[in-house]
């Protein structure tokens, strides 16, 4: 070997740089494996909220049965045939409908023939009350689900827009002018609305009779006031709901680092923040679906409206007993199923809820 080589080391070749072993995933907490004992405690838990939502039920049928009992047989009877009606003929109405019998078994009898679907005839028009609660029933449910629709899309972007800037200028502005619309009642929004279209510019009815007998496009023109009125009294509090949800979930460290890893911020706003605050979304929805089945009946009777609210209040005017049962266990039945659907869609969209019914 010359002087100056380096030497030769035998046996030994150089070391090469092994790559860096990744580690295994970890699992996802979120995802839960399907067993068969989870599904039939998710399907317990789901007949445990039916069974809660028949009890509730069952007792709004009571309070409404006792609220409209309170009169005595013969006062019942003299609304129902006028005041000139003579002892004999109200005896005989009494006994024609079990009106003598005790207050048990006639609450026990209405409840019966409610469940089977015969609601009685009414002693004020003389029809099936059926006949004139379930269409009107349907034209309540089309306002509200127009309503909804509308309302929904708009509150829900004002809100992601608010929460993009917050503490500017813009979101304080439409803060304040979501509480302010909140503020007004639902039958001053409506006098004003139809002060503007109807009586000043003319482009729209004063009410909505038209539903009744009118053409197509009468018919749909009878329902952009009476929703547009409903539209303003939703949008404000889903407003605020998502604005207040959109920024907990834009300030939340997934939504950072989906930021960071350069992801776009459409992107992480829709299908990971928005995702997320899904949960108050939906009961937002819920509780405006409930106040629109209440707070449409002072809307229907300003337009003249022939949904169901309008018919509970002339019912209550004409003391027609049966209709006013009839209408209260309808809407009381729908209140609890809406309550329902939005609970299980709260389960649904957290994963959290979803592994503690499990």
Do not use: C
Not at 18 to 26: D, E, K, Q, W, Y
Not at 202 to 211: K, N, R
């Amino acid at each position: 070997m010359a002087e100056g080589d380096a030497p030769i080391i035998v046996g030994e070749a150089p070391a090469a740089t092994a790559p860096p072993l990744s580690p295994p995933p970890a699992p996802s907490p979120a995802r839960a494996v399907a067993t068969p004992r989870t599904r039939f405690a998710r399907i317990e838990s789901v007949l445990r909220q039916f069974g809660s939502a028949l009890l509730t039920l069952f007792v709004i049928s009571i309070v409404t049965f006792a609220a409209t009992n309170v009169k005595s047989p013969t006062e019942v009877a003299r609304n129902a045939l006028g005041r000139e009606t003579s002892e004999a003929q109200l005896q005989a109405y009494v006994q024609e409908h079990g009106l003598d019998e005790p207050v048990y078994v006639r609450y026990g009898t209405w409840l019966g023939d409610f469940v089977r679907g015969d609601w009685g005839v009414s002693p004020v028009t003389g029809r099936e009350v059926r006949e004139d609660v379930v269409p009107r029933l349907g034209k309540t449910l089309l306002l509200s689900l127009v309503s909804l629709l509308v309302a929904l899309p708009i509150s829900v972007l004002i809100g992601v827009f608010m929460a993009r800037r917050g503490g500017s200028w813009k979101d304080l502005s439409l803060l304040i002018g979501t509480v302010v619309v909140a503020a007004l009642p639902e039958f001053v929004v409506g006098i004003g609305l139809l002060m503007l279209f109807a009586v000043t510019l003319g482009w729209l009815p004063t009410d909505s009779t038209a539903l009744s007998f009118g053409t197509s496009t009468e018919k749909v023109k009878a329902y952009i006031l009476p929703s547009l009125t409903l539209i303003l009294a939703m949008v404000p509090y889903i407003v605020r709901i998502a604005r207040g949800a959109a920024r907990e979930a834009l300030a939340a460290p997934y939504t950072q680092a989906a930021l960071l890893r350069g992801l776009a911020r459409r992107t992480v706003i829709w299908d990971h923040a928005m995702r997320n605050a899904a949960v108050p979304l939906v009961n937002a929805v819920a509780i405006n679906l409930v106040y629109l089945l209440s707070g449409v009946i002072v809307v229907e009777n300003v337009f003249a409206f022939p949904g169901i609210g309008q018919a509970l209040v002339q019912a209550i005017a004409q003391g027609d007993v049966l209709t006013v049962q009839a209408i209260a266990l309808v809407m009381g039945a729908m209140f609890i199923a809406i309550s329902l659907i939005a609970d299980l869609l709260v389960v649904y969209f957290n994963p959290r809820l979803k592994a503690a019914s499990a």
